[in-house]
């Protein structure tokens, strides 16, 4: 079994930048593609990022793309978010996730694992 924690949410004006982080115990973090996602009030949870565990690729969706960068830190078993040039609309929870496959996947439904989320607050 594996266990995923967040943690580096926070309140931030927009514009600003902060570091997410997902901690990977049970496992090793290079044998899982990985995954954000992000739930705003009332809204369905969408996908943010992923890398892919093998070559560790990485995908973006637009609204994030240019702004956020994933990335994998196999010393500390961790997965990580930067997010820079925040927008009020970046507002949410947001959820790492993890799979044993091989390639990044953008659906909620490729993942076997979920952390309990960080919310990210961005004030205008």
């Known amino acids: 079994q594996v266990l995923l924690v967040e943690s580096g949410g926070g309140l931030v004006q927009a514009g600003g930048s902060l570091r997410l982080s997902c901690a990977v115990s049970g496992r090793t973090v290079s044998d899982y593609a990985m995954g954000w996602f992000r739930q705003a009030l009332r809204k369905e949870r969408e996908f943010v990022a992923a890398?892919?565990?093998?070559?560790?690729?990485?995908y973006y969706a637009d609204s994030v793309k240019g702004r956020f960068t994933i990335s994998r830190d196999n010393a500390k078993n961790t997965v990580n978010l930067q997010m820079n040039s925040l927008k009020p609309e970046d507002t949410a929870v947001y959820y790492c996730a993890a799979t044993g496959r091989a390639y990044y996947y953008t659906g909620i439904y490729d993942y076997d694992y979920w952390g309990q989320g960080t919310q990210v607050t961005v004030s205008s």
């Open positions: 890398i892919s565990r093998t070559e560790s690729t990485t």
